[in-house]
């Protein structure tokens, strides 16, 4: 009999000891049992400093509980850390794309590279900067050659922030630095109506003058350089071929731009022509 009891007693004790969560609670039981002991052994025998004691010995209990159930579930935990740092891994590829655009949302706010409505270049992409959020930046399409709206909208990722060079261009929204090239044989020398082509330049953007060099000259005191114009510029080159290249750069309104274009090619061509007819 006494064996048999031993026996039971032992095999008891040994489901326990292997019930963890039974083992961790009878931890909890004996660990705070010997504290409410402690406790009343030090009110009952200190005077002084028995609050700091106490302090002390609630500090040690909570420590030795969390080392006690650290070592008891030690191989739970383990495989607990591994799980889920292999679900977080999973979870920051599965989206890595989202993850990057609230970066770059975040890039954009402390940063402040632009404001609705700038005129911005993102990589290869021009428009009018019309709303952002979290996920994406949204452009109203821009001809950038024509200085006019495509009527088509953009929709950019904010991960493209991060990886592409942002070019602010709002300056360009009033004023633009218009460059245009005419290119022409070489049976007539530029020269000889290089003067009156200079003088129509002039006459087309006088009305605008005095307004273009206030402009001008905010735009160097904002960016600190030195830009052309506001007078415009005509210079003579020629290409690989060695035909004749009549370069102009115009500092003018935006929607004027194209208009002053294709006046001044009108009147290159019509000198052209008087001169090749006269030679």
């Not at 609630?58 to 591994?82: D, H, M, P, R, Y």
């Not at 609230?102 to 409505?117: A, C, E, K």
């Not at 194209?258 to 019509?270: G, N, P, R, S, V």
Request: proline content about 2%; aromatic content about 12%.
């Amino acid at each position: 009999m006494l064996l048999s009891a031993g026996a039971n007693v032992s095999s008891i004790v040994e489901v326990l000891i292997e019930n963890k969560a039974v083992l961790s609670i009878g931890l909890i039981l004996l660990v705070m049992l010997t504290k409410l002991s402690l406790v009343k052994f030090i009110k009952r025998k200190d005077k002084q400093n028995k609050r700091l004691k106490i302090n002390m010995v609630n500090n040690a209990v909570t420590v030795f509980i969390i080392i006690g159930l650290f070592n008891i579930w030690s191989l739970e935990i383990q495989k607990f850390a591994f799980s889920i740092a292999a679900f977080v891994v999973a979870i920051v590829l599965a989206t890595r794309e989202f993850i990057q655009c609230f970066i770059g949302f975040l890039y954009i706010i402390s940063t402040r590279p632009f404001r609705i409505g700038d005129w911005v270049q993102v990589g290869n992409h021009y428009g009018e900067v019309h709303s952002t959020d979290w996920a994406k930046l949204t452009l109203l399409e821009i001809n950038i050659d024509a200085y006019e709206y495509t009527g088509k909208t953009l929709y950019l990722p904010n991960s493209q922030l991060i990886t592409s060079a942002i070019k602010n261009l709002n300056f360009l929204k009033r004023y633009a630095m218009h460059h245009f090239t005419v290119t022409r044989d070489g049976s007539v020398n530029p020269f000889s109506f290089l003067d009156e082509l200079h003088k129509k330049a002039y006459e087309y953007c006088a009305d605008f003058k005095e307004v273009a060099i206030r402009y001008n000259q905010l735009i160097e005191s904002r960016l600190d350089i030195n830009i052309a114009g506001p007078d415009p510029q005509i210079h003579v080159a020629t290409s690989d071929v060695g035909d004749t290249q009549i370069l102009f750069t115009i500092f003018c309104p935006t929607e004027r731009a194209m208009d002053i274009e294709q006046k001044l090619t009108a009147d290159l061509m019509k000198f052209w022509f008087e001169q090749q007819k006269n030679s």
